[in-house]
């Protein structure tokens, strides 16, 4: 959709993501609102395409990690603005993640940019932090009973973890009630199939995509 019945279009704000550009964008969301927008709208016809688009142009090469890291930036100011109106409106999310750089691996970044993602793509995101102990999903996963636990490495020796995480779940019962994906530089798509994940992710746009699969929106 490029433009409201109203005549508002998001093309300007969709471009002004893909060029980096927080400040513009602000102004833009800012007087979407003022012209009576919807808060959802602004998300569904405007930020969540532009960070599909986003993750396409890193996966094809056209954009870098930096160029990730600022468009995430941008969107993370517009929805700081539009979430307390999102959620007076009570306006759905696609579903829940819980998310986690896993036990003795301090790294956040990748981690960081696919909770920007998520959250530009409409879902509703507990990150966790990192370091987190087995345990310390395991209690995510029972207290905010999210759709999809997501997990990130980005050390070798560390990447066990995730395998451990899985087990536990498993034992807790928790399972079968959530989706598990797995990411991070030294992780592929063998080894999440070979500890028995739902997904593996490859970045920030592969990881949404993905989410979007699971929930089936």
Do not use: W
């Not at 954009?63 to 600022?70: G, W």
Request: charged letters at 20%; hydrophobic letters at 45%; a negative charge.
């Amino acid at each position: 959709m490029s433009a409201t019945d109203n005549g508002f279009s998001y093309a300007p704000l969709i471009d002004s993501v893909l060029n980096q550009d927080d400040a513009r964008l602000l102004e833009l969301v800012k007087d979407a609102l003022g012209k009576g927008v919807s808060p959802e709208d602004i998300v569904t016809s405007g930020l969540q395409p532009a960070m599909g688009i986003v993750g396409e142009k890193y996966s094809t090469g056209e954009f870098f990690v930096p160029d990730m890291l600022l468009a995430s930036r941008a969107v993370s100011r517009a929805l700081a603005v539009l979430k307390p109106r999102l959620s007076s409106a009570g306006v759905p999310s696609r579903g829940r993640v819980v998310i986690g750089t896993v036990f003795g691996d301090i790294h956040d970044v990748g981690k960081n940019l696919v909770t920007t993602m998520l959250e530009g793509t409409g879902f509703q995101v507990v990150d966790l932090g990192i370091n987190i102990p087995v345990s310390g999903f395991v209690k995510a996963v029972e207290e905010h009973k999210p759709d999809i636990l997501g997990m990130s490495a980005l050390v070798t020796t560390t990447m066990v973890v995730m395998a451990e995480v899985i087990k536990a779940l498993k034992e807790a019962d928790l399972r079968s009630r959530v989706k598990v994906i797995v990411g991070g530089a030294p992780v592929t798509k063998h080894y999440a199939d070979y500890i028995g994940a739902d997904g593996y992710g490859a970045n920030g746009g592969d990881a949404a995509k993905l989410c979007r699969e699971l929930v089936g929106k």
